[in-house]
């Protein structure tokens, strides 16, 4: 079994990534790519916790936080451009 360190770094890394492409892009795309790597960076320490302190409630919850956060982000595109200039 691998520790936990591993699995905070690789997060922190995925975290770190995501948060410099959603700050320097401003691209829609790639800008909610990055927010998705934020929130996978969430779901492993959800992960790494709950299987260091032996509770699967982190392994039951990153699943259903993952799916709630698709759905609002497959919403989100749709209404996007209410926030771009108007020409």
Known sequence: MMPIGHYLFLSFALFLIGAIGVITRRNV???LMSIELILNAVNINL????????????????????CR?????RRWPRHYH???PQS
């Not at 992960?47 to 993952?66: E, I, K, N, T, W």
Request: hydrophobic share 50%; proline share 3%.
């Open 82 to 84: 209410r926030l771009l």
């Open 69 to 73: 956060c698709r759905r609002g982000s």
């Open 29 to 31: 795309i790639i800008v």
């Open 47 to 66: 992960v790494a916790f709950s299987r260091y302190f032996g509770d699967v409630a982190g392994q039951v919850f990153a699943p259903l936080h993952h």
